[in-house]
């Protein structure tokens, strides 16, 4: 199972960008690149899957090199309600995705 | 939508009490999930099915055991319980096999909080 190390916290400010960047070096060929978004007393929400290059969809963009060691969420011009836990998850080359422990975001005023 | 939805939002049992919890989705899917999430360890597999009477053991399958009778509902049914299963219990589903990029978007109840005395 590939596993993946993303930062523990991060801070940011209304309206910049944020950038979350999760490494996976032994990420396989058949393995997919997922991020899930969780606010305090809600089970996590999907936000958006890649494979290579990019991919972007109304809430955030997901940015992977050609070597797909690691990859970058980009949430544009944050908001107070995107404080939340967000995980990188790698799979599936195997049957059951692994939940680490996150990146939690807090955006101040 | 996909809508998955757990029996109780808040649970208080005594400990050697036998726990049922119940998942139930509507949107036909193949596979459901049950995770335990505690603070400062994420997320973590108990179980998994991914087709009726169908179970595999995730990462902390002990002192847990599972039931999918119908597709649209996973239980967990702690046999015993015990204080160190005091814990936030998410259930999820999600449709596809493995290997396809569906099966990763798994779509999460809003969560059981189980406290056992």
């Known amino acids: 199972l590939a596993k993946t190390t993303q930062p523990i916290s991060m801070d940011s400010y209304e309206g910049q960008e944020v950038n979350i960047t999760c490494s996976h070096n032994?990420?396989?060929?058949?393995?997919?690149i997922t991020w899930y978004q969780q606010f305090p007393s809600q089970g996590p929400r999907f936000i958006i899957q890649?494979?290579?290059t990019k991919v972007t969809n109304e809430v955030a963009s997901l940015f992977i090199p050609a070597d797909r060691k690691s990859s970058t969420l980009s949430l544009p011009r944050v908001s107070l309600s995107d404080t939340a836990v967000y995980y990188c998850?790698?799979?599936?080359?195997?049957?059951?995705?692994?939940f680490g422990t996150g990146t939690r975001l807090l955006v101040s005023p | 939508d996909v809508k998955v939805t757990q029996s109780s939002r808040y649970l208080v049992k005594r400990t050697g009490e036998k726990v049922f919890l119940e998942c139930v989705q509507d949107?036909?899917?193949?596979?459901m999930f049950w995770y335990r999430q505690d603070p400062g360890l994420g997320l973590r597999l108990i179980y998994f099915?991914?087709?009726?009477?169908?179970?595999e053991k995730g990462d902390i399958p002990e002192g847990y055991s599972v039931s999918r009778e119908k597709k649209e509902r996973f239980s967990l049914i702690l046999e015993s319980a015990s204080t160190n299963q005091t814990s936030m219990y998410l259930c999820?589903?999600?449709?596809?096999?493995?290997?396809?990029?569906?099966?990763?978007?798994?779509?999460f109840g809003p969560g059981t909080r189980l406290t056992v005395l």
């Open positions: 999820a589903s999600s449709t596809g096999t493995s290997g396809s990029s569906s099966y990763n978007e798994q779509f």
């Open positions: 032994n990420i396989a060929t058949n393995d997919y």
């Open positions: 890649g494979y290579k």
């Open positions: 998850l790698v799979g599936p080359g195997f049957q059951k995705l692994v």
């Open positions: 949107m036909d899917h193949e596979n």
């Open positions: 099915s991914y087709d009726v009477k169908m179970k």
